[in-house]
């Protein structure tokens, strides 16, 4: 089966979001809804989306637009029809019979449903119609969430699933999980039992909203928003209906019911318009008292707000064993509320999946979280886990396990795809190597870089890491969220602090050092990117020979917004890529006056179709889907690039005085019109020395080692700045930018 023409109904959140991800995958898509008007209006959501559901919003005319009454021929050409219209069953069985009616023949039907069986769904369907009907649960934001849980019951044809699993996974770039008909499906189900049992645990243990998110959060490998913050995300009134669902579905003796009980603060958050983020605020609201803003919690126990205030545990690493054997308050909370998870996820094994494995890449890909509950458990341990924990008799995925006591019960990991993902390849290293902020899998043929830090964030082990694995061909990968947000400011800081510049300084050169090293070993170096790919982490990677990027990434060099300039090769490499241009050959202010634009700015691209324009990425460098496929990219250019060689320094002949003169009448209208401040001016002023060469003439040939060194003294001029520090520090505190 081929599925060339996708029609969605219904062009609400989700039916928006899937047409708009069928459009990033160039396959012709139409969104039908009751009117054309409310199609039309979700084509502009779309468009004004942000973060941005369409990788090139060039194509948002691509996605057609049409109402079920007048434009419902469509579906008769239709390889797959994608139902998304409200949670109503009476509303799906009439659209249903409409779509069977005018489908050709073997066409898939799905529904997007979160909470509806595929029993009831299906139940009018006739048996050639039921094989060819399942459900395909994305979820939000559709373009950025990994995981599609596409669910089967014993009337679907298996044939078609695969089929379909095959074409989400590789064109659309999902993380397919064929999973059965049960409440929830995978992610739902255990995601929201951890949400539940992290709340009710909080209130029990007498935790503060505050406590409570700063641990079931980063140290659990779990999205920073933790469990309240998560709340107010999704919302407090959706989340009270999904628990409703919940209970209604569910056997009586499921665990599920008893976290899932109401909570009187709950209810009159709810009844008084306190429902989350879109409403009035939740667990946390902003409270403006004139000019200022103040973030302020909940107290669970009283219901008043009180001024947030930040919890430092002493840990910024993802560590469970150390977690849970804390002898506080905190330990405790922790152990409690991860044995939970790890009894009830086990709990459901066989019933809603045989793979325990699945379980985890749900939650992974669903929730993003770094690890799965059994990975947890394989993590803290299995006689560890079973010295601590309680009763867990009638579990039998337990039971086996305390029988066995099997610490390699975990196997393979990522079972629900047959691509070579960085996952699975992870366990089979030869040897492993690195430092506290990268590890180094080594293998026979390659080596494979992965950084570990909070949002990879780069520091002197992180460059160390990256040198000692040029010895064999290296790619540059990872499996969090983020590439690298850039250079730790945190650590950087905490040098100026004690004005210790030298040691800033030789971190810069180390990292100079390091990039160079990289560009010019032996071995081919490959960066994959995936997500943030900012400043520094810009810098690994435009200074790597190859890229394999993923569609879904924030490209940029961004330092000029924290008061600094690129100063790891990010200038000299984007100088270096727009000299290359043929208006540069004919203008030799051209190509500074363009970086000085796009650096000074601190410009970012959300997508590879953006950031070529920019050259931040080049035509050749790889574009993917699927994140999964990233390692196979990378590997089959190491294959393809057997004789490889070192490519040529660059040399740059810049204009200089010239140029400056340009960039300062830019600068001063800038300052004029109060675009930027003082320090902005500064900024810019060290930025266009660097741009133009310095003090150079366009007939003098610089070398990457000059444009190092120009970049070195403006990033050490402004670093020792207090109006640099303060932006660094505000940037660092509230995460916005500060213009002075
Ligand atoms: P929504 O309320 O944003 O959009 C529903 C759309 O369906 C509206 O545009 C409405 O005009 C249209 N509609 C209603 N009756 C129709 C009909 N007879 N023919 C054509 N269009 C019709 O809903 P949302 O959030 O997009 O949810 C859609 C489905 O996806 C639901 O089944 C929901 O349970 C499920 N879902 C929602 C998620 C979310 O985060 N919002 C996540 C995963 C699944």
């Known amino acids: 089966m081929n599925i060339k023409n996708v029609v969605v109904i219904g062009s609400g959140t989700m039916g928006s979001g899937i047409a708009a991800h069928l459009c990033n995958a160039n396959i012709p898509v139409t969104l039908l809804d009751l009117k054309t008007e409310i199609s039309e209006k979700a084509r502009e959501r779309i468009h004004k989306s942000r973060p941005p559901l369409l990788i090139d919003k060039s194509k948002i005319n691509n996605i057609k637009i049409g109402n079920i009454s007048d434009n419902f021929d469509v579906v008769k050409e239709a390889d797959w029809i994608v139902e998304a219209v409200v949670e109503r069953i009476d509303v799906k069985h009439q659209i249903y019979e409409k779509i069977f009616k005018s489908r050709k023949a073997g066409a898939i039907v799905s529904s997007n449903t979160s909470s509806i069986p595929i029993k009831v769904l299906s139940q009018n369907l006739t048996d050639t119609e039921k094989k060819d009907f399942c459900i395909t649960h994305f979820f939000n934001p559709v373009r950025y969430m990994g995981l599609l849980e596409i669910v089967k019951n014993e009337n679907t044809d298996l044939n078609k699933i695969n089929q379909l699993k095959e074409f989400c996974e590789i064109e659309l770039g999902k993380g397919a999980i064929v999973c059965n008909d049960t409440p929830g499906f995978l992610g739902n189900r255990v995601g929201v039992y951890a949400m539940q049992i992290a709340m009710t645990e909080a209130f029990k243990m007498k935790l503060s909203v505050e406590e409570a998110d700063a641990i079931f959060g980063r140290p659990m490998g779990i999205p920073k928003t933790g469990v309240f913050g998560l709340y107010d995300l999704i919302g407090i009134d959706l989340m009270a209906d999904v628990l409703k669902s919940f209970i209604k579905e569910l056997p009586k003796t499921d665990e599920f019911h008893e976290v899932a009980k109401e909570i009187p603060l709950v209810k009159k958050l709810i009844e008084t318009g306190y429902t989350g983020r879109k409403g009035k605020g939740g667990f946390y609201r902003i409270n403006k008292s004139g000019a200022t803003k103040v973030m ?3 107290n669970l126990e009283t219901g008043d707000y009180l001024p947030s205030k930040k919890i430092d545990i002493k840990s910024d690493k993802v560590d469970l064993s150390g977690l849970i054997n804390r002898k506080d308050r905190y330990g405790e909370y922790a152990w409690s509320v991860i044995s939970k998870i790890i009894k009830y996820a086990s709990s459901l094994v066989p019933g809603i999946t045989n793979q325990f494995n699945d379980i985890d890449e749900a939650m992974r890909l669903g929730f993003n979280w770094a690890k799965g509950p059994f990975e947890m458990l394989e993590e803290i341990g299995v006689k560890n886990f079973f010295n601590k924990v309680d009763d867990f008799s009638g579990n039998n995925f337990l039971e086996e396990l305390n029988k066995s006591k099997n610490e390699n019960f975990y196997g393979e990991r990522q079972k629900y795809t047959n691509i070579e993902t960085l996952g699975k390849v992870k366990k089979t290293a030869v040897r492993l190597d690195g430092n506290d902020s990268a590890k180094i ?7 494979i870089v992965e950084f570990t830090t909070k949002a990879n964030a780069l520091d002197y082990d992180s460059m160390d890491a990256l040198k000692k694995a040029t010895d064999k061909p290296l790619i540059i990968i990872n499996e969090s969220m983020q590439f690298s947000a850039g250079v730790n400011l945190t650590y950087t800081m905490q040098f100026a602090e004690k004005n210790d510049f030298k040691s800033i300084e030789k971190f810069i050169k180390y990292f100079q050092e390091t990039c160079k090293h990289l560009k010019y070993s032996k071995h081919p170096v490959i960066s994959a990117p995936s997500g943030l790919t900012l400043g520094g982490g810009f810098e690994v990677m435009v200074q790597s020979n190859f890229v394999a990027s993923h569609t879904n990434i924030v490209v940029g060099l961004v330092e000029t917004i924290v008061g600094l300039i690129p100063a790891g090769g990010g200038c000299k490499e984007m100088l270096g890529r727009w000299l290359e241009t043929e208006e540069a050959k004919k203008d ?82 800038l300052y004029n019109e109060k675009v930027i401040l003082d320090h902005g001016v500064n900024v810019a002023k060290e930025l266009a020395n660097v741009l133009s060469g310095g003090d150079t003439t366009i007939n003098k040939t610089l070398s990457e080692d000059d444009l190092f060194k120009l970049e070195l003294n403006a990033f050490m001029k402004l670093i020792e700045t207090n109006k640099t520090q303060d932006r660094i520090r505000h940037t660092l505190s509230t995460g916005k930018p500060l213009n002075n």
């Open 588 to 669: 030799p202010n051209f190509a500074p006056l363009k970086v000085f634009d796009i650096i000074g700015y601190g410009k970012t691209a959300t997508s590879p179709v953006e950031a070529e324009p920019l050259k931040y990425l080049r035509p050749s460098d790889k574009k993917i889907m699927n994140r999964n496929s990233l390692l196979e990219v990378s590997k089959k250019i190491i294959s393809e690039n057997k004789d490889f060689k070192t490519p040529k320094e660059l040399k740059f002949n810049l204009p200089g005085e010239s140029v400056r003169i340009e960039m300062n009448k830019i600068i001063e209208k």
């Open 296 to 298: 302020e919690a909940i």
């Open 441 to 447: 899998f080594r293998f026979n043929d390659y080596n």
